[in-house]
């Protein structure tokens, strides 16, 4: 399949990164999710190239990751709810291309690069069909309600809070847990 590099760091929401020539947008987008709810996202999604044949609207959004593919690779696309970059960048960039570019734009797939040498390669890339990623969005719902609701979920695993400037709050993460388990 033929695959051309389109767009490059395309804002979402970010008013301070202008994007004159690509689809991007100053305020976030509102995006409908399969309940009939929306929420609004902001982003910065990496690269969009057109796929397919001239003439066909078809899209692949990636981005671009400084880590090790082994954890996507492990836990397929959503990870039990702990990836939702995936989804909410394929219905970001559908949108905007629907909006923007063409109606009938059509993200095919999404995907992650991993340009680092790693033990696993270099320039690794792992991706997933559209039709794969779409199931995803109830992820989109159920956590959408539960911050609704006041509701902020917890985890069972001290390595979600590896990446996160709010690990303080995970304090004696395993007594928690044991805690919850009684």
């Not at 804002?11 to 301070?16: D, S």
């Not at 929420?39 to 671009?64: H, L």
């Not at 609701?149 to 979600?160: H, I, K, N, R």
């Amino acid at each position: 399949k033929t695959s051309t590099p389109l767009y490059f760091e395309v804002p979402v929401g970010i008013p301070e990164k202008p994007d004159s020539d690509g689809p991007g947008s100053p305020d976030p987008l509102s995006v409908r999710l399969p309940n009939n709810k929306s929420i609004r996202v902001r982003a910065q999604i990496d690269r969009i190239d057109k796929i397919g044949k001239k003439d066909q609207p078809w899209y692949t959004v990636w981005d671009y990751k400084s880590g090790s593919s082994a954890f996507y690779e492990k836990n397929g696309p959503f990870g039990q709810g702990r990836i939702i970059q995936n989804i909410l960048y394929l219905l970001v960039a559908q949108k905007l291309l629907r909006e923007k570019v063409t109606g009938n734009a059509e993200v095919r797939e999404v995907g992650y690069f991993f340009p680092a040498f790693h033990k696993d390669g270099l320039g690794k890339r792992i991706s997933w069909p559209s039709s794969r990623l779409f199931p995803g969005s109830e992820y989109l719902v159920l956590l959408s309600d539960m911050l609704t609701e006041g509701s902020f979920p917890c985890s069972d695993s001290p390595d979600d809070t590896i990446c996160t400037e709010y690990a303080d709050a995970f304090i004696d993460y395993e007594h928690a847990v044991s805690d919850m388990e009684r």
